[in-house]
Nanobody
Framework: QVHLVESGGGLVQPGGSLRLSCAAS????????WDWYRQLPGKQRELVAR????????????DYADSVKGRFTISRDNDKNTIALLMTSLKPEDTAVYYC????????WGRGTQVTVSS
């Protein structure tokens, strides 16, 4: 059974940074593309970042929502079986619960990690 556990959220001032981590068990992160999403109460999840598996070519690519481009960086650690999201220059509008999932998404989601950007 696959489990995803997000961590690293917290309260940070505008302009600050946080590093989120997604620990996966029951699945090897190396062989799939992975996404980070965020969600505000009562709203749909928003895709913020994606990292590809690299496939046969081994070339890994990343993609970001326009709202976070240049500020967020997604990465993968195959040895630790984790997906990370480094968030810099945080803004109040980045406040949300952040989730990771495989692409295409698994049925089960983790509990997410709360990020609050406020002075």
């Amino acid at each position: 059974q696959v489990h995803l556990v997000e961590s690293g959220g917290g309260l940070v001032q505008p302009g600050g940074s946080l590093r989120l981590s997604c620990a996966a068990s029951g699945i090897s992160v190396e062989f799939y593309a992975w996404d980070w999403y965020r969600q505000l109460p009562g709203k749909q999840r928003e895709l913020v970042a994606r990292i590809t598996s690299g496939g046969v070519s081994g070339q890994i690519t990343t993609d970001y929502a326009d709202s976070v481009k240049g500020r967020f960086t997604i990465s993968r650690d195959n040895d630790k079986n984790t997906i990370a999201l480094l968030m810099t220059s945080l803004k109040p509008e980045d406040t949300a619960v952040y989730y990771c999932n495989r692409n295409p998404p698994l049925e089960s989601w983790g509990r997410g990690t709360q990020v609050t950007v406020s002075s």
